[in-house]
């Protein structure tokens, strides 16, 4: 018989056979009843067995906590106008059994701490809220790759074994590939600009990015979902359009599927109204000038200063024209002032969450940055040669899929919003 989830219970029609599968969250064993509250990934039930109608209530009655069954009954007559069904057994089979005691309390009030929740994710997400953030990262990303293809993306797969450093530098891990040293990728940068040459005009790629930065913040991860695109024909407004709009997109469908839930759970989500703000980083020292922070143009903003900022412009914002200084090799430089790049940043309050810009698509000009940045450009040959041959003007950003669902949600930690979280003391589980 066909497997009917929890919350369709509720619609399911009296007196006829139905078959429901889930954990036992609860099992109280009378004399001659026994209560189990079942669960499935969409809702609880309770199950009513009589001993008189089930060969195995010996072996039921036994049974611990979150073990696994499938009950076949019939909702009774008398339950068909209250919100709480239950469903009286006439078959229990039983899948599997839980051992005792269970690591980490499913229904218990009093929150494990952190360490214990990562380290039994198994059962710390059969909590429905915890589950709760990756349903939403789920519907996030499925808005957003539908948004990626109706505006003509193509999704593509490009290697996370790579022979150079996307940005150079120091956050790299290295890993023996056979006779050879290589890493695993930063970011997907230099093959989704090969892409633009190649004549693919948009493309996106969700995958993993690696980076080993050395120092445990709650916005850090060594492993996180990047979200990239790059598109040809294309500046930096080209860019945050599609970035805001995808982000919009994804909110909407998000809030489709999960609506009612993510308003039970007190996450407070809203459509938020396109197009985000656009403040200069220009604008961004005149700011912190007037809150009497010294800050001097081509510094990075400190984590005070964003938070600062952030005082200021709340919710999403673009933060644009940054110091080429502060950008990467592959960032154009602004037409009109040298001194600044075709660059943004995209911002949550105080934090950031996409990096995005014109590129560079002039070979030379690229060359000279390489050179200006303290990096080999005979490194890059396999990139640059794609320059060489008619490249496009393009532009992209990369998100990370982490950070935005930690500020969607309100984690304070963005291990919150990662299944298992790579940092700089865990890699198992
Ligand atoms: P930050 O300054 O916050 O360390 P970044 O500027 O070094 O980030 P980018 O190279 O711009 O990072 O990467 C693009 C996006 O990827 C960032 O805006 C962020 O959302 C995400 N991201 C980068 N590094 C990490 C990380 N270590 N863990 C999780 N997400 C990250
Ligand atoms: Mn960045």
Redesign the pocket.
């Known amino acids: 018989m066909e497997r009917t989830y929890l919350a369709n219970v509720q619609g399911a029609a009296v007196n006829s056979e139905i078959n429901v599968c889930g954990w036992i969250q609860e099992l109280r064993a009378l004399k001659n009843i026994v209560f189990i509250v079942l669960r499935d990934n969409t809702g609880t039930v309770q199950v009513t067995l009589k001993p008189d109608n089930i060969s195995n209530i010996n072996e039921v009655r036994e049974l611990e906590r979150e073990s696994v069954i499938c009950v076949t009954g019939v909702i009774p007559e008398r339950t068909k106008s209250t919100s709480n069904r239950e469903i009286v057994a006439s078959r229990l089979v039983i899948l599997n059994r839980a051992e005792k005691p269970l690591p980490l309390g499913i229904t218990d009030p009093v929150s494990a701490d952190f360490e214990t929740r990562l380290n039994n994710r198994f059962l710390d997400l059969r909590k429905r809220e915890n589950a709760l953030v990756f349903r939403i990262e789920s519907s996030m990303l499925w808005g957003m790759r539908r948004f990626f293809h109706s505006n003509n993306f193509v999704e593509i797969h490009t290697p996370k074994i790579v022979a150079a450093a996307t940005?150079g530098g120091a956050d790299l891990f290295g890993v023996r590939y056979f006779e050879k040293e290589a890493y695993l990728n930063q970011?997907p940068q230099l093959y989704k600009e090969i892409m633009m040459s190649a004549g693919l005009d948009r493309v996106f790629e969700v995958g993993p990015?690696f980076?080993a930065?050395q120092h445990n913040t709650v916005?850090?991860?060594?492993e996180?979902t990047?979200v990239d695109i790059e598109m040809s024909f294309a500046d930096h407004h080209d860019a945050m359009h599609m970035l805001e709009n995808s982000i919009r997109a994804g909110i909407e469908r998000t809030l489709d599927e999960l609506g009612p839930e993510i308003a039970s759970s007190g996450i407070k989500m809203e459509i938020p109204e396109v197009p985000f703000p656009r403040i200069s980083y220009r604008e961004c020292i005149a700011f912190l000038k007037t809150r009497g922070v010294d800050v001097t143009f081509g510094e990075d903003f400190s984590p005070e200063q964003l938070r600062e900022i952030g005082s200021q412009y709340s919710g999403f914002y673009f933060i644009t024209g940054w110091p080429s200084s502060l950008r990467a090799f592959y960032t154009m430089p602004s037409a009109e002032d040298p001194e600044i790049s075709n660059s943004f940043?995209l911002q949550y309050n105080e934090k950031?969450?996409?990096?995005g810009a014109q590129r560079v698509h002039d070979p030379e000009l690229l060359t000279k940055r390489f050179l200006s940045k303290g990096l080999n450009p005979d490194d890059f040959d396999f990139y640059i040669r794609a320059f060489r041959y008619g490249m496009p003007p393009h532009a992209g950003f990369?998100?990370?899929l982490?950070?935005l669902v930690m500020i969607l949600c309100n984690l304070q930690n963005?291990r919150e919003a990662t299944l298992f979280p790579r940092d700089r003391t865990r890699i198992v589980p």
């Open positions: 940005e970011s990015a980076r930065e916005r850090h991860l060594n996180f990047s940043d950031e969450i996409t990096s990369g998100l990370g982490e950070r963005i």
